[in-house]
């Protein structure tokens, strides 16, 4: 189904709404598929070497339906090394959703966001930092980034 039609009604969906939050969990998800083709993760870490910088990728969790991974970039390698923007996030392979379940308050990326406060709790979290994701992804994907199995040796498994 061409991207327009499966993600007409995220367009439709009212911002910092229920179906907004999950029809951006869908469009990161799809986006991370195309990031990380191999949804299973058949290694544990990772790195993509893009136009801009080299992307981390490390896997923190799974469990039957999920995989908990942590994506970021790594800057001053030489002195103060830190993550930026520096995410974990949760794939749920069953349900075909992408959550940044948290990202480092101190990364300078967290005003691409600039969504308004919102009433409710879980959507005033969850908003802004899901929309961080999405924008940086899709951000990955401009800059060549990819954990297809090309990009790094196999891990046996």
Same mark, same amino acid.
């Given at each position: 189904?061409?991207?327009?039609?499966?993600?007409?009604?995220?367009?439709?969906?009212?911002?910092?709404?229920?179906?907004?939050?999950?029809?951006?969990?869908e469009?990161?998800?799809?986006?991370?598929?195309?990031?990380?083709p191999?949804?299973d993760?058949?290694?544990?870490?990772?790195?993509? +070497?893009? @136009?801009?910088?080299?992307?981390?990728?490390?896997?923190?969790?799974?469990?039957?339906?999920t995989?908990?991974?942590?994506?970021?970039y790594?800057?001053?390698a030489?002195?103060?090394?830190?993550?930026?923007?520096?995410?974990?996030l949760?794939?749920?392979?069953?349900?075909?959703?992408?959550e940044a379940?948290?990202c480092?308050a101190?990364?300078?990326?967290?005003?691409? @966001?600039?969504?308004?406060?919102?009433?409710?709790?879980?959507?005033?979290?969850?908003?802004?930092?899901?929309?961080?994701?999405?924008?940086?992804?899709?951000?990955?994907? @401009?800059?060549? +980034?990819?954990?297809g199995?090309? +990009?790094?040796?196999?891990?046996?498994r």
């Amino acid at each position: 189904m061409p991207t327009l039609q499966r993600n007409h009604w995220l367009a439709a969906a009212q911002p910092r709404s229920f179906t907004g939050l999950m029809g951006l969990y869908e469009s990161n998800y799809r986006r991370f598929e195309r990031l990380v083709p191999e949804l299973d993760l058949p290694f544990d870490a990772a790195e993509s +070497h893009g @136009a801009d910088a080299t992307l981390y990728l490390r896997v923190v969790e799974r469990c039957r339906y999920t995989t908990t991974v942590h994506l970021t970039y790594w800057f001053g390698a030489d002195e103060n090394p830190h993550a930026d923007p520096d995410l974990l996030l949760r794939i749920y392979q069953d349900a075909q959703l992408a959550e940044a379940i948290s990202c480092d308050a101190r990364s300078r990326y967290v005003a691409l @966001a600039g969504v308004p406060e919102i009433d409710d709790e879980v959507l005033k979290s969850q908003w802004p930092r899901n929309l961080l994701l999405n924008k940086w992804l899709a951000y990955c994907l @401009a800059q060549g +980034h990819g954990f297809g199995g090309a +990009h790094r040796p196999r891990q046996p498994r």
